[in-house]
């Protein structure tokens, strides 16, 4: 969504609400592979967010829009007339959306922006491209200008004036530029006043056509045919998003040749993350995305539901059936193993997967499947630090899942990662430097068990 009128060409507009082929499918969802992947090494913040979307090839919408449950439709027509580095910059704007909470920040801001010629859109969403825009300006620089919003045609929402303001404040101050809408004109019925509540604020130049919002959610059009979240599909949706951004911080920081986050993006985080993210709903989530694919269901409620009071969904799991606890013994991580590996246990209840662990220094020293007790853990060794062992073990099984490597971050491990393995994760308490920051990736857990 932009200022300024959008030209549709021809063939959007025609081909509307029409079946997509199949080729014209491949060809979008090529695209759309290119982009992530690229994303993926230049900036790997924006990479691993898209790749938490559910791209959808649908001429549903003009250009291309996105939901509160991941869900990421395009509009094959707009993709193959629009230039790639716009193609690309609009994939970025969409996941931010979701991923900076937009829908559960929005609270009671609903005042609509009326355009010249009678659009409607929501002044929250213009808000949010506001901030969302000069993110992705910012974080874009050294692509050598592939993705600046400046480039776009129409160019994105940047005003400096708005640096370092969060969303919440960019509503407020346009609320306050706002004029009324014209009383005669195109303006619709209903859309006087300048208050909020639900009223019409009059800004020239805006185009609903470029609402990016889908329909059903709670900014921008509604569509009562839509099917919505419920409020406890909601919270998982929000905390799902949260959890990424983490991820997608964590794995910027290690990968980017650039570095750390830009400060102003760190505090806007800091800002989003309200509340504290317990290091195993992270790990559960890293185990959901790397080791399994999630489907809700409410057909077996989570192990968790009686706990917090409120029906929560389990969750149906397709891809590897176990997962393997790699635990260091070189004497740094006594005293946790019955806490954190009833933990694990838990998730693997959840997602279904069976548990092995293996207890490894500078050898193997115990190595057991189908773990269900973590008290039945022996727990042995304490000379030397060194998972190789336990490494050299699963390759020449070749074990194709996913490793969970507990540790002080003081150990030796392979120089790449083995061939089979699908992905691991080092799981250090505090900043620890990981064992290595060629393979796997990390989360750091604070004292308290905060990620």
Known sequence: MQEGK????????????????????????????????????LVPFFGHLLLKLDPIVTREVPLAAVSRDRKLLINPDWAQT??????????VHEVLHPAFL???????????????DGSRMSLWNIAHDYAIDLVI?????????????????PPGLIDEDFRDHSAEEIYDILLSRAKSPPMHGSAPDGAGGSGQGGAGVYIEGVDATKSDLLPGDESGDKNE?????????????????????????????????QGALPSF??????????????????????VGENGRRADFTYRRPSRRSSAIGEMLPSMQRHGVDDIVVLW????????????????????????NMSLRVICCDAAIHSDQTDVDNPEDIDVLGGEGSDFCPAFDLLDEEGYQGVVVAFTDGAIGVPHQKPQHLRDCLWVL??????????WGETLYIDAEGYV
Not at 82 to 91: G, K, S, V
């Open 328 to 351: 260091d013994t070189s004497g740094s991580m006594d005293g946790r193993e019955v806490e954190i590996l009833g933990e694990v246990m838990g998730i693997c209840q959840d997602l």
């Open 225 to 257: 045919g839509e099917a919505k979240l419920s409020p406890s599909e909601q919270k998982i949706s929000d905390q799902f998003w949260k959890v990424s951004l983490v991820e997608a911080a964590q794995v910027h920081e290690q990968r980017s040749k």
């Open 265 to 286: 993006v760190r505090k806007l985080i800091s800002q989003i993350l309200d509340s504290r993210i317990p290091w195993a709903d992270a790990l559960s989530r890293w």
């Open 82 to 91: 629009t230039t790639r580095a716009e193609f690309a910059a609009t994939m």
């Open 102 to 116: 937009v829908w559960d920040r929005q609270g009671s801001r609903n005042a609509i922006a009326v355009g010249r």
């Open 6 to 41: 959008v030209t549709m060409h021809p063939s959007i507009k025609a081909n509307l609400g029409q079946p997509v082929p199949d080729d014209m499918h491949e060809e979008v969802r090529g695209l759309i592979s290119r982009v992530r992947t690229k994303m993926t090494v």
């Open 429 to 438: 308490w505090g900043r620890e430097t990981p064992p290595t920051n060629k």
């Open 137 to 153: 300006r910012d974080m874009t620089k050294h692509t050598q200008e592939l993705l600046d919003p400046a480039k776009w045609e």
